[in-house]
Structures are given as C-alpha cells and as structure tokens.
C-alpha cells in the first residue's frame, strides 16, 4: 500500500441551518486503500461524504484532493478529479432500465459517445450478474440489484476514489460481500481509493484496510480493522 493522501478533510466543521452536524472533522483516505468510517444513525458520516464530494458547504475547514484545495468546488468538478460517490439508498430511477441509467449516467458526466459502450462492458466485466437485467425497470430490481446497479453507475466514471454511503442498507451480510467482493477485488488490481461509509461493521471491516469510528459529529477513533475488533466496548456499541 502506497501512503500518498488522495482525498483530505482538514478540521471541517459543517451542518444544516446552523446546526453542526460534524465538528473539526479531519480525516485521510491514502491511495489504494478501503477506509471504512464507521458510526450510529446520525454520527454525521452522510455529512462529511457531502463536504468531501461538493454537495454541502462546510462552515469551516477544507477539502483537499491530491493536495489541492477544493473545498469550493462543486460535484461537477470533483467528479473531473476522479471522484465517484455511491449515495446512500441507491438513488436509482425505478422507471429508467439499467441501460438508461447508464446513458444518462455518462451523458451526465461528460463521457464521450464513442467510450461509452466500452465503458459498460468494463463495469459489466466487474459486476457481471448486471448483464442480465440490464434491460429492465431499475424499480422491478430487488435491493441487491439497484445497489448493485448504483455501484456501477458510479465505476463507469473510472473513478480513482470513490465514496459510498451505506452499500449494505437492506442487504443480508452474504449478499453484501457478494456486492463488495468484486469492488475490492477491483480496487486491488487497479489503483483505486475507497472511503466505505458502513453500519455493518463486521462485514466492512473484513474487506478494508482502516477504520475511523465517528460519534455525534466528531471522530473518536482510528486504526487498524484487526484492533477495532479486538476493542471489545467499541465492538459492544458499533
Ligand atoms: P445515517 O446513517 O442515518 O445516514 P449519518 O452518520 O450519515 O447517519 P448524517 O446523515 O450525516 O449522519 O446526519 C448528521 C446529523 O445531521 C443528524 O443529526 C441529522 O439529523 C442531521 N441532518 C442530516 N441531514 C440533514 C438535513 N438535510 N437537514 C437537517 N439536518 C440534517
């Protein structure tokens, strides 16, 4: 594993209506590694994703990727970096097929036309069940294939880092690692970043590198998986 930080937050404090949801928050995701963050419904986890990705103005502190700042700048532009986020609850169109979603997904990114195609077949060689419902509604999908679809939405992007929110939400622990399996498997083959937001802990930890626990808006631990398992008060609340 290589030690270069991709991805920074540098003491961000950031909320809604002038309410802070997360207070001072720094945190590195280093190149080719999973980071796992970890916490309870409302730590602020969702928050920090949106700071770090340019969907919320943080109030203070910055963001920085490869060692530039972008706390100003806006999704758009830090998807140009080679950023990806997979947002919490799949966010897929139930009315769109897998393959509008696709398109659009590209179309929206600004992924040239004649790349297209082979971006699909590069996301369909990683997540290869897609195949086989790639022309239906996402909305008839179980929860398993939007989240799967959701994923593949964002690699189509070729991302360097990429964020996801919750990936497990709805899914039993083995059709998790089904899903995840294949993203780490890509990650250690590729230089790819993944900061791994999870409230199935057990499950995260097995395929990352590191984990930071976060309560009530500011972080209270960080480390290796192997010592957050063998920290038995934290593995009691998380
Ligand atoms: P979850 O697992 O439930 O998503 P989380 O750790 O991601 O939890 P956040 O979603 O970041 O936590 O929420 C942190 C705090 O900010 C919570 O108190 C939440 O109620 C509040 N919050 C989140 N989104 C909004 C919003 N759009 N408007 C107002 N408050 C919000």
Known sequence: MNNSVVLAAQNITAGY????????????LRE??????IG???????????????????ESGSVMIDGQDTTRESAREISDRGVAMVPE????????????????????????????????????DILPAITEFMNRPAGTLSGG??????????????PR???????????????????LAPIRALQQREKLSILLVEQNVREAL???????????????WEGQPAELEDNERLMELY
């Open 89 to 124: 609850g799949r966010g897929v169109f139930p009315s769109l097929s897998v393959r509008d979603i696709f398109s659009l997904g590209m179309h929206a990114s600004g992924v040239p036309k004649k790349e297209q195609s082979d971006r699909v077949e590069w996301v369909l």
């Open 17 to 28: 209506g002038g309410h802070p949801a997360i207070n001072d928050i720094t945190v590195e």
């Open 145 to 158: 294939q939007q989240q799967m679809v959701s994923i593949g939405r964002a690699l189509l992007n070729r």
């Open 40 to 58: 309870h419904n409302g730590a602020g986890k969702s928050t920090l994703l949106k700071c770090l990705f340019g969907l919320l103005a943080s």
């Open 161 to 179: 880092i990429l964020l996801m929110d919750e990936p497990s939400i709805g899914l039993a622990p083995k059709l998790f690692q089904d899903l």
């Open 206 to 220: 097995k395929i990352s590198d590191r984990a930071v626990v976060m309560k009530s808006g500011a972080m209270i």
């Open 32 to 37: 080719d590694e999973v980071l796992c963050l």
